[in-house]
């Protein structure tokens, strides 16, 4: 079994930043999300596949910043468009920069439910604004919701510092179960105004899940029948699943969709695109601005990478190795032996244990992971992990044997 890391660095900058920062770190990247005392706290840099923390320890990085690294890190030619950018134009106007339409035409050329987009920051910033559309179209207020959408005050889910009333129109159902939404239908149907829901299930901690035959088809054909806005939020599975989105995959299209992370490799950008006459409320009735939302350089970096993603037939080829390692670990996992479940074939790996009574399953996650990251692989004890162009055969072959070994060094303990 691998030996501790070692973690000095991490963890004298961590004890600086609780004086600095509430918390020490903002949310998810937070110690309790890893495992305590094995994981690394902050990272220094980072090169295609691999990531490598303020004590050197260099890591396969199978999270990928939470999604928004498709490509690899610090892939030049991006860099090279946004440096260019920033050297020869500038980026920060007090009027748009007139990259925004292409950006826009090359959405809508790829996307099948674009008929119009427009650009914001985060994935937050678009689900909340396609919520504020639907609303400001339907001229209704309440909101059926499935996933995790953001950290906004319509849904996030520690609901201290929120008025009650902020999210009391927003009604939740679970991926999968159709009979859930069909009776939030039956009894706010006629006061919703969006049905937002992500295309592929992925709630925290829990299997990845596929739509069941049907499943998007249903949930399209209630938001029809009631009038609501059907809203796919496609911020994890956009520019990941296919160029269209997972919704080109499925073969179902929204009214709207949202998209982020993986748009532009890594910089700061979300889209929300839909049909022209949804969207068009945004053009008087609906209020969308912000000092930061037109900026350049995540507008070219995200032309840049959709030209390499299309040019380079990345997602076919990142499909391909996520086939062939999950095919492989999802063989090690049933022959471990281990009670340890592996969900997100092709492109959304995960390895959860499944819950039970008693804690058992917690001590077998944190050993699990534990071994890994000694063995230099980063994936997340909560969380899918994401494949990544730059990761090498090699790459895969290693963290392979990496989770290999750590399910065998749970056999003592199972
Ligand atoms: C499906 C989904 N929607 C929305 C968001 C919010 O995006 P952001 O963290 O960029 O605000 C996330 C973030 O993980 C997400 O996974």
Same mark, same amino acid.
């Given at each position: 079994m691998a030996g501790k890391l070692s973690l000095e660095k991490s963890e004298t900058l961590y004890e600086e930043a609780l004086d600095l920062i509430p918390g020490a770190i903002l949310g998810i990247r937070r110690p309790y999300n890893f495992v305590p005392g094995e994981y690394p706290i902050f990272f220094e840099s980072a090169q295609g596949g691999r990531v490598t923390d303020v004590d050197g320890n260099?890591?396969?990085? +199978?999270?990928?910043?939470? $999604?928004?690294?498709?490509? $690899?890190?610090r892939e030049e030619e991006i860099d090279r468009v946004v440096i260019d950018q920033m050297t020869n134009k500038g980026f920060c106007f007090s009027l748009t920069q007139p990259m925004q339409n292409e950006l826009a035409r090359k959405m809508c050329a790829l996307i099948p439910s674009a008929e119009m987009c427009l650009f914001v920051k985060t994935g937050s910033d678009a689900?909340?604004?396609?919520v504020r559309i639907a609303r400001g179209y339907t001229g209704r207020m309440k909101v059926a919701r499935c996933g995790y959408h953001g950290w906004h005050d319509w849904c996030v889910e520690v609901k201290g510092g929120i008025p009650k009333k902020l999210y009391e129109d927003v009604? =939740?159902?679970?991926?999968?179960?159709?009979?859930?939404?069909?009776?939030? +239908?039956?009894?706010? $149907?006629?006061? +919703?105004?969006?049905?937002?829901?992500?295309?592929?299930?992925?709630?925290?901690?829990?299997?990845?899940?596929? @739509?069941? @035959?049907?499943?998007?088809? $249903?949930?399209?054909?209630?938001?029809?029948?009631?009038?609501?806005?059907?809203?796919?939020?496609?911020?994890?599975s956009g520019f990941r699943f296919s160029l269209g989105g997972a919704q080109k995959v499925y073969g179902v299209t929204p009214d709207l969709s949202?998209?982020?992370?993986? +748009?532009?490799?890594?910089? @700061?950008?979300?889209?929300?695109?839909?049909?022209?006459e949804v969207m068009s409320v945004a053009?008087?009735?609906v209020f969308i601005s912000s000092t930061f939302f037109p900026n350049s350089l995540e507008q070219v970096a995200a032309l840049k990478t959709i030209e390499i993603l299309e040019r380079d037939r990345v997602l076919e080829k990142v499909r391909e190795k996520g086939e062939a390692f999950c095919q492989r670990? =999802?063989?090690?996992?049933?022959?471990s032996g281990v009670a340890a479940e592996f969900s997100g074939a092709p492109l959304l790996p995960f390895i959860t244990f499944p819950k039970e009574k008693d804690s058992r399953y917690k001590t077998l996650r944190a050993e699990f992971y534990t071994q890994l990251i000694r063995q230099g692989v980063f994936l997340q004890p909560y969380h899918h992990g994401y494949i990544a162009y730059r990761h090498t055969d090699e790459d895969l072959d290693f963290a392979a044997g990496a989770i290999q070994e750590a399910l065998h060094g749970l056999k003592g303990l199972a």
């Open positions: 260099e890591y396969i990085d +199978m999270l990928c910043a939470y $999604g928004p690294i498709i490509i $690899g890190h689900t909340t604004t396609a009604h =939740e159902f679970h991926y999968n179960e159709l009979d859930e939404l069909e009776d939030l +239908m039956k009894q706010y $149907g006629d006061d +919703m105004a969006a049905v937002i829901v992500t295309p592929v299930g992925h709630p925290l901690a829990e299997k990845v899940q596929d @739509p069941k @035959p049907g499943f998007l088809e $249903g949930v399209k054909a209630l938001a029809e029948k009631y009038g609501a806005v059907l809203v796919f939020d496609e911020i994890r949202v998209f982020g992370k993986a +748009m532009a490799n890594g910089y @700061p950008i979300s889209a929300v695109v839909g049909k022209k053009a008087d009735r670990v =999802e063989a090690i996992v049933a022959e």
